[in-house]
């Protein structure tokens, strides 16, 4: 766990394994993200060039805003909306970030610079 903001858990997922744990059982809530399936492929064959951050409410409303899944395209060099992709529990791109969730553009940006101050990759894990 990276840190905490604005009511969510903000987590650095650099393994298939980690992402899912919490991506399918942590906190009782189940995402619906490929790369959290049982399909190993979607994580090592379709994003290897992808970084992942989720924020996970700290205590569920049970709505699909519970679980976010942040992907960081080329690896998470940049933040622009080109290379930062959010994704809902239902597995609906961008659904966070139009005005639903107060400052959810603002808490992204904070997850990332999280991100980047970890240092860490995943291929520092395999």
Excluded at 95 to 113: C, I, K, N, S
């Amino acid at each position: 766990m990276l840190g905490e903001r604005d009511g969510y858990e903000i987590w650095y997922v650099p393994t298939y394994e980690s992402m899912k744990i919490l991506g399918r059982f942590y906190k009782g809530r189940s995402a619906k993200w490929c790369v959290a399936s049982d399909d190993p492929d979607w994580w090592f064959d379709h994003h290897d060039e992808d970084e992942y951050v989720l924020l996970i409410r700290e205590d569920p409303l049970g709505d699909e805003f519970d679980k976010i899944a942040i992907q960081m395209e080329n690896r998470g060099r940049h933040f622009t909306e080109d290379n930062i992709i959010p994704w809902d529990l239902e597995n609906n791109d961008w659904t966070f970030d139009r005005g639903v969730v107060e400052d959810a553009p603002e808490l992204m940006q904070y997850a990332w610079e999280l991100f980047r101050e970890n240092g860490e990759l995943r291929e520092h894990y395999y």
